[in-house]
């Protein structure tokens, strides 16, 4: 059965600091997948997608980053955080539109 | 501007009636509707889709209803229960390969036993 796996489920960063969320798949191969970010009270805003290793689209400017080095994993990056980039982070895959997304169990990101 | 809008930031219903959640959009060429249910400090789980050529897709207790010419989509739930409890976001996307969703900012269903 696919399987979708995102670490760490909180975190807690100063301003400036690194970060590195990262998101893999189990049991399905070439999924397209998803970083969004959900902002209190709010929908979820697409932040990054893939269809495919190394291929990244970025949806919205900001200070983040996405890699996909391998076919089931994908990883959300930044070199120094805002305040602004609290929030809640979940990586999603898909393998058809219609199909809905599955999504990871998030990670609660609080930028101090 | 915000494409997928849920205008009921919540519902309150009473368990074994109906709940309905509502979604308006704004760009007519959405290929495909759906429906996710969230729990707190959880991923949103997939519940119900729709295709633009179609207007009702029912799945048990879940039925999802489009108008295409009013730009509306409603999701029924029959009969509420209070494990319903949870925020329901709407998207919407277009039939591409990369099959990128808008979303809603969510209704927040309370069932009252």
């Known amino acids: 059965s696919q399987t979708i796996h995102q670490w760490p489920a909180t975190l807690v960063q100063p301003v400036g600091s690194p970060l590195s969320l990262e998101c893999t798949v189990e049991?399905?191969?070439?999924?397209?997948l998803y970083w969004y970010r959900q902002a209190a009270g709010r929908g979820l805003q697409l932040l990054f997608y893939s269809v495919g290793i190394g291929q990244i689209s970025s949806e919205v400017p900001q200070n983040l980053s996405a890699s996909r080095p391998q076919d089931r994993q994908f990883i959300l990056s930044s070199k120094k955080l805002l305040l602004s980039d609290s929030g809640f982070y979940l990586c999603?895959?898909?393998?058809?539109?219609?199909?809905?997304?599955?999504f990871g169990s998030g990670t609660r990101l609080t930028v101090v | 501007d915000q494409q997928v809008k849920q205008n009921s930031p919540s519902l309150s219903v009473q368990e074994g009636r109906i709940s309905i959640l509502n979604c308006d959009y704004t760009n007519s060429m959405f290929d495909y509707f759906l429906w996710y249910k969230k729990y707190p400090a959880e991923g949103p789980t997939f519940l119900i889709s729709i295709s633009s050529i179609k207007d009702k897709n029912e799945d048990g207790r879940f039925t999802v209803f489009l108008n295409k010419s009013a730009k509306h989509l409603s999701l029924h739930i029959v009969p509420s229960q209070p494990g319903d409890s949870a925020v329901y976001f709407c998207?919407?996307?277009?039939?591409?390969?990369?099959?990128?969703?808008?979303f809603g900012d969510g209704t927040t269903l309370t069932v009252k036993p």
């Open positions: 999603a895959w898909s393998v058809g539109t219609y199909y809905g997304y599955t």
């Open positions: 049991g399905t191969s070439n999924p397209n």
């Open positions: 998207a919407a996307s277009f039939n591409t390969n990369a099959g990128k969703s808008t």
